[in-house]
C-alpha cells in the first residue's frame, strides 16, 4: 500500500515561507496520479488548496492563489508545496493526498504555524 509523508512544517512568521514535501513511497506513484495538496485548521473541515496533474498542470484555491505554488519531481516521487506572504488564516495541518483523496492515502500531515 501506497504511503505518503509529509514534511517541511513549522512556526513561521506572518509574511515568511515554508516549502512542504510529500514523499510516495511507491515508486512511480505520485507520476500518474493527480495530486493535491490539502489542510485542515482547527474546527474546520479539510480543505483542497492546491493540485498538480501527470502533466504539470496546476490549480488553486483561491485564499492561496498567488501565494503558494505546487510542483512535483516525479523521479523523486516527492510533490512540493511552496508557500509564501504566510497569513495567520494559513495555519493548520497540511497533508497531501489524490485528488479526488484517497482514504487509505491520508498521512500524520505536517503543522504549519503562522504567528508572530
Known amino acids: 500500500q501506497v504511503q505518503l509523508v509529509e514534511s517541511g512544517g513549522g512556526l513561521v512568521h506572518p509574511g515568511g515561507s515554508l516549502k512542504l514535501s510529500c514523499a510516495a513511497s511507491?515508486?512511480?506513484?505520485?507520476?500518474?496520479?493527480?495530486m493535491g495538496w490539502y489542510r485542515q485548521a482547527p474546527g474546520k473541515q479539510r480543505d483542497l488548496v492546491a493540485t498538480i496533474t501527470s502533466g504539470s498542470s496546476t490549480n488553486y484555491a483561491d485564499s492561496v492563489k498567488g501565494r503558494f505554488t505546487i510542483s512535483r519531481d516525479n523521479a523523486k516521487n516527492t510533490v512540493y508545496l511552496q508557500m509564501n506572504s504566510l497569513k495567520p488564516e494559513d495555519t493548520a495541518v497540511f497533508y497531501c493526498n489524490t485528488v479526488p483523496w484517497g482514504a487509505n492515502y491520508w498521512g500524520q500531515g505536517t503543522q504549519v504555524t503562522v504567528s508572530s
Open positions: 511507491e515508486s512511480s506513484f505520485s507520476s500518474y496520479a493527480i
